[in-house]
């Protein structure tokens, strides 16, 4: 059995910065594909970026790229999303995914963490 819990959301102003964390269990969490996701309200989820096992792969949305840095301790089963320059459009729920197969759609996640606000003040 996979869980997942997120952690380090919170309100910061913008041009700000905030680290994810998302810790995985499981024996196979080390070896498959972790993402996150965001959801706003009223809006879709969608894809932020995400992270092959063996680091080969990484996926960022356009609207993050050159901002939003994913990474994983493979070892620690942590994945992480350090956010820079946040704007106030960047204010989601944000979600951690895994999958046994490198994808950037929801539908091809099975496993889902409870959510972690991000809020970006103007």
């Known amino acids: 059995q996979v869980q997942l819990v997120e952690s380090g959301g919170g309100l910061v102003q913008a041009g700000g910065s905030l680290r994810l964390s998302c810790a995985a269990s499981?024996?196979?969490?080390?070896?498959?594909?972790m993402a996150w996701f965001r959801q706003a309200p009223g809006k879709e989820r969608d894809i932020v970026a995400a992270?092959?096992?063996?680091?080969?792969?990484?996926y960022y949305a356009d609207f993050v790229k050159g901002r939003f840095t994913i990474s994983r301790d493979n070892a620690k089963k942590m994945v992480y999303l350090q956010m820079n320059s946040l704007k106030p459009e960047d204010t989601a729920v944000y979600y951690c995914?895994?999958?046994?197969?490198?994808?950037?759609?929801?539908?091809?996640?099975?496993?889902w963490g409870q959510g972690t606000q991000v809020t970006v003040s103007s």
């Open positions: 995914a895994l999958d046994h197969n490198f994808g950037i759609s929801r539908t091809e996640y099975e496993y």
């Open positions: 992270i092959s096992w063996n680091y080969g792969n990484t």
């Open positions: 499981g024996r196979t969490a080390s070896t498959a594909t």
